[in-house]
């Protein structure tokens, strides 16, 4: 059975039409608030167009409106009587693909829009190997503009099976893909079924959506809490120690380790905004307090004993380098995981993902701007890490340039490219 909330990010080539797609679903499905669309209506008035233009609702900022990009990831909000859903709403310049990677991280689906003029592209590969990395479960394919192809059957089905070969070769399955002929513009199969697809049998759009089943990431860890937040009032001795609850589930009377130090203790009380409680799950923002006077500081990790992750100086990584200036060994970072920041340096640069070509080559001498690659880093101070696969919060990092806060990097802990390219990989290091 489908879970309340859905969490899903939509990705694309530029032009694919994915901000009218959205401004679609958000006006279909009724989410959009009068004073909203009554400036999309008066702007698309202004414009000398007849029917409102919907990618107004969703390109937010003036100035991006009027280069006809957007630039950032935005988060939007609707519901529907079958459910919830949180969209995450990506760019599609090949240089704005640390969005797609942000919105992709958390989501439990993706939307991926394909021009039906134009077919699979090198972004649309792009696009798809970041979601495979990251571990999102189940795609839909939505094959957009289709009425300047006439709703073609023959196009969207020599589209469908380009996409499907090659998802399949990142190690999806049949049943995890849909592909849906639509137009965005038009609204046909988006919200509603359309009569001009009399050949077409699978779901709309918003069918699809309604209906995905919810897969969980990773396994059952324990508890994965990391402190971003020491809580003290001298007057009262109350010492109590926030975060949210990243996996598992914590109880008053828990043991619990603090990590990286090791040490054990319980918990004395679950404090929230709404007061005390003896129970927190998965999600929760809470204040923990402890039985002992341990010393607890932001960026620790509280765990369940015997459960915990491994705590390290090493990271065998795999990450997506975001910057234009190439990465060599020795290279110099930040390192965020977690609550924690800690000084980071590139040992080795083991491998390199050509989503393009689906291979993997050994050991390069620079990582591009855009590149999937397999690394070895070396951190200051030692960090509690899970595979990605066993735990997001715990398994993903971030690398910033300490010379001007700039996100460099975003990776994850393990090798999923063994997951993903099994066969590839292996011949590989055989070779």
Excluded at 213 to 235: I, N
Excluded at 286 to 312: E, I, K, N
């Amino acid at each position: 059975m489908s879970t309340d909330l859905l969490r899903m990010v939509t990705a694309g080539s530029v032009d694919d039409g994915k901000s009218t797609l959205v401004g679609r679903l958000l006006y279909d499905t009724k989410s959009v608030q009068s004073d909203q669309l009554e400036a999309v209506l008066r702007t698309s008035a202004e414009r000398g167009l007849t029917d409102p233009d919907l990618s107004l609702l969703v390109d937010g900022l003036r100035a991006e409106r009027e280069q006809g990009i957007t630039i950032d990831v935005a988060y939007r909000y609707f519901a529907t009587k079958r459910r919830s859903f949180v969209l995450a709403d990506t760019p599609g310049h090949v240089q704005y693909l640390r969005n797609t990677a942000t919105g992709a991280s958390t989501a439990q689906h993706a939307v991926l829009l394909v021009d039906a003029r134009k077919g699979m592209l090198p972004q649309t590969r792009r696009h798809l190997a970041v979601m495979a990395l990251l571990g999102v479960p189940t795609i839909t394919f939505a094959v957009n503009k289709l009425d300047l192809m006439d709703f073609s059957r023959e196009v969207h089905e020599s589209i469908t099976a380009d996409l499907v070969a090659y998802t399949r070769s990142l190690g999806y399955l049949d049943e995890d893909l849909v592909s849906v002929p639509l137009s965005a513009l038009t609204g046909d199969n988006v919200v509603l079924r359309s009569e001009r697809t009399p050949w077409y049998e699978g779901p709309t759009l918003l069918d699809r959506l309604e209906s995905v089943e919810q897969e969980p990431h990773g396994r059952d860890v324990g508890l994965r809490l990391a402190v971003q937040y020491v809580v003290r009032d001298r007057a009262t001795d109350y010492r109590g120690y926030a975060g949210q609850v990243a996996a598992g589930r914590v109880a008053v009377g828990d043991e619990v380790v603090v990590l990286p130090e090791g040490r054990t203790t319980t918990v004395a009380g679950i404090d929230t905004p709404d007061g005390a409680v003896w129970s927190a799950d998965t999600g929760a923002a809470v204040t923990l307090r402890l039985a002992d006077d341990l010393d607890v500081s932001r960026g620790d990790l509280l765990a369940t004993p015997g459960r915990a992750p491994a705590v390290t100086h090493e990271l065998d990584a795999t990450m997506c380098w975001l910057a234009e200036t190439p990465l060599r060994p020795g290279g110099r970072l930040r390192l965020k995981h977690g609550t924690r920041t800690t000084g980071a340096m590139v040992t080795d640069l083991v491998a390199l993902f050509d989503e393009q070509r689906l291979t993997v080559s050994g050991a390069p001498e620079t990582i591009t701007a855009g590149s999937i690659a397999r690394v070895r880093l070396r951190v200051a101070d030692p960090l509690p890490v899970d595979d990605y696969t066993a735990c997001k919060a715990t398994g993903a990092f971030l690398l910033i340039d300490p010379t001007d806060g700039s996100t460099v990097a975003a990776g994850l802990h393990g090798d999923p490219l063994h997951r993903m390219l099994p066969t590839v990989v292996a011949a590989e290091e055989a070779a």
